[in-house]
């Protein structure tokens, strides 16, 4: 309204005449009355009340106007007063309306329970919410639209909801060893805590990337439960001394704060992966006490070689720090670890994935020689082990952005995140190679996995990105425009984030802010041309012609320079 009062309401009278009221005269619903920019609907069942706004959503997701509806929808007993009603039912389902993302529907346990069952529709369960003014807390519900279910990421500062099985987050480790160099130490502790909890299949576990945002940081375990999403946060501390080492956890309700259990674990550095199984098992043992011990049939340990192994800790700690010297480092240590033992697959793995972030940033010293030995690496890995989620994640990534074998990467991918249902880096690239594979439903119920996996995650704007650019080829660029946003938000001076927004605009019918867009790539490489932009995407090799062809055409419309 602010931008355009008469526009808006003219577009506002064209949705109802359109799309809102055709909807609820097919599906029996009655206007109460309207309230501004709002409607009050009373429907016989709850069937019709949820199958009408699945449609009157689906066919606003596809209009060109930037305006989006909350639906809300609750089951309760009601008062009527001439033209209106009354009661805890309507101010219920006003309620849960507020706590809906934008294009979305959400409704009350209630009228779930009178849904479940009779329509084709999906539900996502977001858990109980403590509603404003209303006595009790309500469970909510959302309506699986499309595959576009995860727009509350992007959304205000709501807690995630819990999923339907245990959830978990492993805050990074302190350090008690006194020597900051042993930072490292800690943090591989932490990281293969994390892979033990992810391969069971039972369990939902927070990925690294996210988790390691609260390093070095006062944290409220309630706040990290609802930042995350989850129901149990485990902290801890490493002190190592000499060939001695001792790994500290507590397991703490991140709904009431309540400590489960606090234990060490002490032992020679010989120890270090019984200690690991150890901790790793105690976590599981109490937060799902039913679960099967056998179920954490631990990670096939990567190697009996301690010198290889610290080694290997080292790789991920520098890997991780997303600089220049940083990747070098890496590549030096994952080296190392090869040389000290050939038969460590993740050594090999990390080669390849470590090359592939060089190559991605632009970090490459020798393209040529790089390129071959992250194929040597990605076929020494996988002859190794074809069974560890992170080789196959790691080679598959290599594939598909160094060596362009797309297929072979992408099913080494699918294979990752069977074994691993937790490993959001390899949701995210399977995403990837969906949309390379023109299969943009697919990658939006990828990518959408990865994020709820890492909320946090500090390459979260890549994924955003790649949401962005699955809608826009899916046809829907109206639901990417959030996710866009927040990537340029979030990394403005990447020079390869504002071009997937500027296509959504373009898409949508915003050639203004497609340029300014634009304008914004250009000022971050002001020699490049369409041309140049073709291959630094590489288009021309990974994406089909249908995805290059409405790119181009977009981005000429923006006024891309030719």
């Known amino acids: 309204m602010g931008a355009d009062e008469v526009g808006t309401l003219e577009a506002l009278k064209a949705i109802r005449r359109e799309i809102v009221d055709p909807a609820l005269a097919e599906h029996k619903g009655r206007i109460v009355k309207t309230t501004g920019d709002g409607l009050l609907v009373e429907f016989a069942s709850a069937v019709d009340a949820v199958t009408c706004a699945a449609v009157v959503q689906e066919k606003m997701a596809r209009q060109p106007r930037q305006i989006s509806f909350r639906i809300g929808i609750n ?3 009601i008062i009527s007063d001439e033209n209106d009603i009354f009661g805890d039912g309507v101010n219920v389902a006003a309620r849960i309306e507020n706590e809906c993302a934008p294009g979305g ?15 084709k529709l999906g539900f996502d369960d977001f858990g109980e919410r403590s509603l404003k003014n209303i006595d009790r807390p309500v469970r909510l519900y959302s309506v699986r639209l499309g595959d576009a279910t995860m727009a509350t990421i992007v ?7 819990l999923p339907d099985k245990p959830s978990i987050a492993v805050l990074p480790f302190q350090n008690m060893s006194g020597d900051p160099e042993q930072e490292y130490f800690a943090d591989g502790i932490v990281e293969e805590i994390i892979t033990g909890l ?19 940081k006062a944290v409220d375990v309630r706040q990290v439960g609802r930042d995350l999403g989850v129901r149990y946060v485990l902290e801890g501390s490493v002190r190592k001394s000499g060939n001695r080492m001792r790994i500290a956890g507590q397991l703490i309700d991140a709904i009431n704060g309540a400590h489960l259990w606090a234990e060490r674990f002490d032992g020679d550095l010989e120890d270090i992966f019984d200690l690991q199984d150890q901790l790793a098992g105690r976590v599981i043992v109490g937060i799902a006490p039913l679960l099967e011990r056998a179920e954490i049939e631990r990670v096939k340990k990567k190697t009996d070689n301690l010198q290889a192994y610290d080694c290997y800790m080292r790789c991920l700690a520098a890997f991780n720090r997303t600089t220049t010297e940083g990747c070098r480092e890496a ?50 890995a996988l002859e190794l082990d074809r069974n560890d989620a992170n080789v196959l994640g790691f080679c598959g990534q290599a594939l598909i952005h160094i060596l362009r074998r797309l297929e072979e990467g992408a099913s080494l991918l699918d294979r990752s ?29 990828y990518l959408e996995r990865s994020l ?6 500090f390459t979260k704007e890549y994924t955003l990105t790649l949401l962005a650019r ?5 046809g829907t660029p109206q639901k990417g425009l959030p996710f866009a946003a927040e990537a340029v938000r979030l990394r403005p001076h990447y020079p390869m984030i504002p071009i997937d927004a500027a296509v959504a605009h373009v898409l949508t019918g915003d050639i203004e802010a497609g340029r300014r867009l634009v304008g914004m790539y250009c000022k971050l490489r002001p020699s490049h041309i369409l041309t140049d932009l073709d291959v630094a995407s590489g288009w021309g090799r990974l994406w089909s012609p249908r995805i290059r062809e409405m790119y181009v055409e977009a981005l000429r419309a923006a006024g891309f320079p030719e």
């Not at 992810?198 to 070095?216: D, M, Q």
């Not at 995140?417 to 990658?443: C, H, K, M, Y």
């Not at 699955?470 to 899916?474: G, I, K, W, Y």
Request: net charge neutral.
């Open 155 to 161: 959304d205000d500062n709501r807690p995630l909801p």
């Open 331 to 380: 590549l030096d240590f994952a080296r190392q670890v090869v040389a000290v033992d050939p038969d460590f697959a993740l050594g090999h793995a990390a080669i390849a994935r470590t090359h592939n972030k060089a190559r991605a940033f632009g970090w490459m010293t020798n393209e040529r020689d790089d390129c071959a030995e992250a194929e040597r690496a990605v076929r020494q």
């Open 417 to 445: 995140v069977t074994i691993d249902t937790n490993l959001a880096f390899a949701w995210t690239q399977r995403g990837l190679s969906r949309i390379a594979l023109d299969q943009p439903d697919e990658a939006i119920v």
């Open 75 to 77: 089951i309760g007993d």
């Open 452 to 457: 709820r996996l890492s909320p946090l995650d």
């Open 105 to 119: 529907v959400c409704l009350s346990g209630s009228a779930f329970e009178q849904v479940r069952g009779k329509t």
């Open 470 to 474: 699955a809608h826009n080829l899916r």
């Open 198 to 216: 992810s391969i069971n299949k039972s369990l939902f576990v927070i990925a690294r990337n996210s988790s390691f945002t609260y390093r070095g």
